[in-house]
């Protein structure tokens, strides 16, 4: 039983650094080939307690995606970005399994930070 | 008769201080307890606000194609607007069978507005099909 907790929690772990690996060499190359105008990069963060849902890792339930434009950006492109990500369901509900409770979006130029709960855009499987 | 009262007066004494520390020590597990129960009680009510169905484990392992991602982030939109101008019915006045296409192909671009690999399918399906350039 235990044995098997600690094997699940390194798998997990496994799991959710690949899928961050993946967003971030995908986020590059498109930014390299001009698929994209900006660079974004994920990492994992806290997150916020209230958004937390039964998959959540224990303070590593943040999903924070930082936004390279070279200008500070507006509160409506970081609300762009973000409810992109949101409406794809596939996407949110990875995010969701993968133990990630909040999508925060933020500037790193700016001082504008955006954040959502992400089981709230998982109604479909409610 | 002074010793005597010294000896009573010591063999009191621990008396006294054993009491008071049982009453003491049985305070603090009655707070302990409340605490318990109290921290119990909260987690039960959180695990009933955000439920969240098993049914997502599934999609752990699913694949989310991140390139159309970046991809349909910032052109899906250019594409859309020139694609629902371009497939509109209302262009094929003469032509029942090209209008019937058009709009099960405006159905298909209003539910694929974000992700572009699916709107590059209706743009090859108009250019084969409704002749459209683009």
Redesign the interface.
Known sequence: MIWEKIRNWFTDLR?RNRFLR??NN??K??YIEE???IL?EARITVGSLEY????SKWMAGGFRVKVLSGKPMTRDELLE?GQ??I??D??V??L???GWDTLEIYDTAGTIGLKWQL?KY?HS?? | MNNLLAAEIIKKVPDAIINKWLVVSIVELLIIIILVIIVLKKKKV??ED????D??????D?N?D??N???????ASKLHSTLKKKIHPDRFPNDPEKITLANELTAKLNEAQ?NIAKMKEIQTIATEKLGIKF
């Open positions: 799991d993946e967003w995908s986020a190359l498109a698929i994209i105008p974004m937390r849902h039964e998959f970005i992109f990500i409406g794809d596939v996407m509900r990875k969701v399994s993968n089981k998982t499987l409610n | 959180k695990s955000f439920i969240v169905s049914d997502i484990k599934q999609y752990k699913s989310v991140l390139n991602m970046f991809d349909s982030m910032f052109n974000n």
